[in-house]
């Protein structure tokens, strides 16, 4: 009894698939990683910060001098109509210096192909640190939509969530 040839065709066959696969894999992997968290190193400087405020104080631990007052700052920038924003817990010491402890962006927001533009910004302390509203308005769709972001004393706490989209 003989062994049964395999057909040229096949492996010219499987070469498609998988190069077909491939192709694909490397579609849905770019389409999912379409778009870059923007840090805020790159809003720094001028002239993108367009909008800086001081809103409300947390509980700093200890400085070297004793002192332990902090307070946040939000940090808006805007670059090609789109809206970056950071939320910055700083530590002050006898000679009302600032120094950075930690700033946040927001991820939902700071992505490069988010499209989203804020205004009608406002900032409230509250009793476990600060409420950011602002109105949100996607270039991509037109929807207007609110969005609120609490950030806690603890440096790094920071909720965002948006209504009415």
Sequence with gaps: MSKPVPSPALPRC?????????????????????GTDMPYSA???????????????????PARDGSQRGTYRIVHASRYAQ???????????????????????????????????LSQMRCQATPRGIRLTARA??????????????AGHKPGDLRYRSTGR
């Design 14 to 34: 499987l070469a498609v698939v998988c190069g077909s696969v491939a192709w694909v894999l490397a579609v849905a992997g770019n389409a999912h990683a379409l």
């Design 43 to 61: 809003f720094a400087t001028a002239p993108d910060v367009d909008w800086l405020q001081v809103c409300g104080e947390w509980p700093a631990p």
């Design 83 to 117: 809206s970056f924003l950071f939320v910055q817990w700083l530590r002050h010491d006898d000679t009302d210096s600032a120094q950075e402890v930690k700033t946040l962006g927001v991820p939902a927001l700071n992505n490069d192909h988010a499209a989203i533009s």
């Design 137 to 150: 308005a996607s270039g991509h769709d037109g929807s207007v939509f609110r969005i609120t972001i609490d």
